[in-house]
């Protein structure tokens, strides 16, 4: 099985973002990418294979593969699609509150995290209207990665969140029962990032859910690679490590301001997190404020 490298298929100037177009998608061999990809079903048929697994795809289907999950296409009739590839580890995926919206999490972690057990019955299916929207934002980001005018970086990158939230929102509107399933994980997430800084306890968590507290701790662990409170703690940290970055406010300051109530612990937290101490990680010649 071969993999796709960055190098092969993302522009000589490295920006983290291509748009390609199948129309028909030709056979293509057994894959997997050092990126991620938000597929788009736009006409035809055809099975999708993930290795062990085989899915059938109609019109409107749409779905990310990780670059770490291998696939592939078979039994093609006039199948047509849109890859829209992306290196999640360099774009503000994180930016502003998209990660505050549950479809987010279902679609882009929590619906390939269970392709598999779902049968890719939890997939997100667009309605002709959403379908016509979808492409149009695609034909936006595709314009801008084209002619690469002064400033393409900002608006491929403000498009490629356009059409993330689009498709998070689209997918929260489902009512098919299995991506509903997704959606009550994906509830207690984007609680956890919305009021990261508030008192969160598991509890709380697993009432959002609406599951038994022992199948809401198995599913978020398989999920998201760890427990909830060690998730919720994750985000603060995250948090903290922008406002160290970004403000000069007290390290006493960003604990209370992301959730922490004793400085003490979140300075143990925080090295245990980050491998070094708040103080140690501002002083960074990277990390330190700027006020321009």
């Known amino acids: ?76 009739n006039r199948l047509r699609l849109i890859n829209v590839l992306f290196d999640s580890n360099e774009l503000p995926m994180a930016f502003s509150d998209l990660h505050s919206l549950p479809g987010y999490h279902a679609l882009f972690t929590l619906e390939p995290a269970w392709r598999k057990r779902h049968m890719f019955s939890s997939r997100l299916q667009l309605s002709p209207v959403e379908l016509v929207e979808t492409i149009r934002l695609v034909d936006q980001l595709d314009q801008e990665l084209t002619h690469r005018r002064p400033g393409f970086g900002a608006m491929a990158t403000t498009t490629l969140l356009q059409l993330a939230t689009f498709l998070s929102r689209c997918y929260s509107q489902s009512r098919n029962p299995q991506s509903k399933s997704l959606l009550r994980i994906a509830d207690a997430i984007s609680h956890i990032e919305r009021h990261y800084a508030n008192p969160i306890t598991l509890n709380e968590l697993v009432k959002i859910s609406g599951m038994s507290r022992r199948n809401f701790i198995r599913t978020f662990e398989t999920t998201m690679g760890a427990p909830p409170i060690k998730y919720l703690i994750g985000v603060r940290l995250q948090r903290a490590c922008q406002l160290l970055q970004q403000t000069d406010q007290s390290i006493t300051e960003i604990a209370m301001s992301v959730g922490f109530n004793d400085s003490n612990y979140f300075s143990r937290q925080f090295k245990l997190f980050n491998g070094s101490s708040p103080r140690e990680f501002r002083n960074r010649p990277s990390s330190k404020f700027s006020s321009r």
């Open 1 to 76: 099985m071969r993999k796709l490298r960055k190098q092969d298929w993302f522009h000589e100037d490295g920006f983290p973002i291509v748009v390609e177009r199948r129309d028909p998608q030709k056979p293509f061999g057994l894959h997997s990418h050092e990126f991620s990809e938000i597929v788009i079903i736009t006409g035809g048929k055809g099975v999708h294979i993930t290795g062990e697994d085989s899915y059938e795809l109609t019109t409107g289907d749409t779905f990310v593969i990780g670059g770490d999950r291998p696939h592939d296409y078979l039994n093609m």
